[in-house]
T-cell receptor, first 118, second 112 residues
């Protein structure tokens, strides 16, 4: 069975601080996809990034960066120079494509509540 | 705006009642997924349809059912509602199973 663990329930930082959100996953499959979604106070789920299991290159997008390490089954997300607008719940998710029955369903972590104070 | 629409945004109803939640996927997307977000269970996958056919089922109660119509919109039917069914219900769509799922704004259901 697949499992995603986000050990940090809540993180509080002051604006301009860097913050890293941890994500550890479990899967028996060799092919899978990892995602990060953001849920701002308005409630919608916003897609941030998708990473294939066979692509361990780290990615940077503006103030966001992602570190994927297959050896430790981790897919961590760093926000550099955080801003108040980054305050949201962040979810890490795992999708299995190797098995025919799962058909791409997402398994989510419990989410990390990030609060950025001015 | 993800391009996925859900109606209604909010729904307040009583125990024992039946409601229907509606989802229109992004243009061109054939897959529709339903998820439930509650405080105690978190975000959980309910059911998935691809081009009108049910393809995967998750932790969906027997009181719940869904379908995807020829125009690809989907409906989630919740019946014999209980207090514990109060949650945020999301619909997501993707082109296929290997593609990113984009989520609608959700329907917030409150059962009193």
């Amino acid at each position: 069975a697949q499992k995603v663990t986000q050990a940090q329930t809540e993180i509080s930082v002051v604006e301009k601080e860097d913050v890293t959100l941890d994500c550890v996953y479990e899967t028996r499959d060799t092919t899978y996809y990892l995602f990060w979604y953001k849920q701002p106070p308005s409630g919608e789920l916003v897609f941030l990034i998708r990473r294939n299991s066979f692509d361990e290159q780290n990615e940077i997008s503006g103030r966001y960066s992602w570190n994927f390490q297959k050896s430790t089954s981790s897919f961590n997300f760093t926000i550099t120079a955080s801003q108040v607008v980054d305050s949201a719940v962040y979810f890490c998710a795992l999708s299995d494509y190797a098995g025919g029955t799962s058909y791409g369903k997402l398994t989510f972590g419990q989410g990390t509540i990030l609060t950025v104070h001015p | 705006d993800s391009g996925v629409t859900q109606t209604p945004k909010h729904l307040i109803t009583a125990t024992g009642q039946r409601v229907t939640l509606r989802c229109s996927p992004r243009s061109g997307d054939l897959s529709v997924y339903w998820y439930q977000q509650s405080l105690d269970q978190g975000l959980q996958f309910l059911i998935q349809y691809y081009n009108g056919e049910e393809r995967a089922k998750g932790n969906i109660l027997e009181r719940f059912s869904a379908q995807q119509f020829p125009d690809l919109h989907s409906e989630l039917n919740l019946s014999s509602l209980e207090l514990g069914d109060s949650a945020l219900y999301f619909c997501a769509s993707s082109v296929g199973r290997k593609e990113t799922q984009y989520f609608g704004p959700g329907t917030r259901l409150l059962v009193l």
